[in-house]
């Protein structure tokens, strides 16, 4: 399995930025790392996906280190909207191996 | 474009019947993948499946459940003889494309099935 260590939980502030870490030691070279969250009652969402390089989309950046052995999904504007729960998953695109993932709370 | 759907939305079943859940994907998406997020869990891969080919369905348990992606119609995941241990929410996803190293195609996830065995 490709495991990936996430906190439980993280609170936040409405429109404050949000830093969700994700620490993936055992990825290999040519594995991606992929963000998904899941909004309450929904399915899954795309978030952003990177390979080595830092990576910029409309609805987030992601910051991955250097050694690749750890990664952070930084939400620049947090709103409520954004409660979920987000998943790091790392391997490739075609079987995502979901773990636990992080719940954020938003605060108005 | 219609996003992925899924019918049902909400299924009950009694135990030892069976439970047909269906998956449209998206328009001009030829790949389908099922997950199952048990309540309280995460979600787990279960099948991928290309029209009229299963592709990996090492996620798939080895009894009563089986899934097909026909060459016309939706995706269908069959779960016979259902036990109170397959009240679960199940997942489909589709993709435009079949993953390989460097290309890149996220999977777009319908709204999920949730089967409740009583």
């Known amino acids: 399995d490709a495991k990936t260590t996430q906190p439980n939980s993280m609170e936040s502030n409405e429109e404050e930025p949000v830093h969700l870490p994700c620490n993936h030691s055992?990825?290999?070279?040519?594995?991606?790392i992929h963000w998904y969250r899941q909004l309450p009652s929904q399915g899954p969402e795309y978030v952003i996906h990177?390979?080595?390089s830092n990576v910029n989309n409309r609805m987030a950046s992601l910051a991955i280190a250097e050694d690749r052995k750890s990664s952070t999904l930084i939400l620049h504007r947090a709103t409520l909207r954004d409660a979920a729960v987000y998943y790091c998953i790392w391997g490739g695109a075609q079987k995502l191996v979901f773990g636990q993932g992080t719940r954020l709370t938003i605060n108005p | 474009n219609a996003g992925v759907m899924q019918n049902p939305r909400h299924l009950v079943r009694r135990r030892g019947q069976e439970a047909r859940l269906r998956c449209s994907p998206m328009k001009g998406h030829s790949h389908v993948y099922w997950y199952r997020q048990l309540p309280e869990e995460g979600l787990k891969f279960m099948v991928y499946?290309?029209?009229?080919?299963?592709?990996?369905e090492s996620g798939m348990p080895k009894e009563r459940f089986s899934a097909e992606f026909p060459k016309e119609g939706p995706s269908i995941l069959r779960i016979q003889q259902v036990v109170r241990g397959d009240s679960a929410a199940y997942f489909c996803?589709?993709?435009?494309?079949?993953?390989?190293?460097?290309?890149?195609?996220?999977?777009?996830f319908g709204p999920g099935t949730r089967l409740t065995v009583l």
């Open positions: 499946l290309q029209k009229e080919n299963i592709i990996d």
């Open positions: 055992t990825i290999s070279g040519t594995d991606y």
């Open positions: 996803a589709s993709s435009r494309l079949q993953w390989r190293e460097g290309a890149y195609n996220e999977q777009f």
């Open positions: 990177g390979l080595t």
